[in-house]
């Protein structure tokens, strides 16, 4: 059964930092594309940071330069590492993952921005 669990996200001040991960079970990260995508009330879903089979990396625009995607293959889990955090970074996070079995979601995590 193919699960994605993302950390708690939290409420953070203008220009701090947050990590989340995304814990995967019933397949391997590095097999699969995996993704965040964001949804600010509102708002569509929109994808933040994507990270191919092979290690190929993708950032939305607005985020270019501030968060960075990683994965760690022994643990299965990718990580969004959020940095100079921006009120408009407000929304519900949610991880990714596509591949040959199907599209997979997390849960989705809340990340509140402001002072």
């Known amino acids: 059964q193919v699960q994605l669990v993302e950390s708690e996200g939290g409420l953070v001040q203008p220009g701090g930092s947050l990590r989340l991960s995304c814990v995967a079970s019933g397949f391997t990260v590095s097999t699969y594309f995996m993704s965040w995508y964001r949804q600010g009330s509102g708002k569509e879903r929109e994808l933040v940071a994507a990270?191919?089979?092979?290690?190929?990396?993708t950032y939305a625009d607005s985020v270019k330069g501030r968060f960075t995607i990683s994965r760690d293959n022994v643990k299965n889990t990718v990580y969004l590492q959020m940095n100079s955090l921006k009120p408009e970074d407000t929304a519900m996070y949610y991880c990714?993952?596509?591949?040959?079995?199907?599209?997979?979601w997390g849960q989705g995590t809340q990340v509140t921005v402001s002072s």
């Open positions: 990270m191919s089979a092979i290690g190929g990396i």
């Open positions: 990714n993952a596509k591949g040959l079995r199907g599209n997979y």
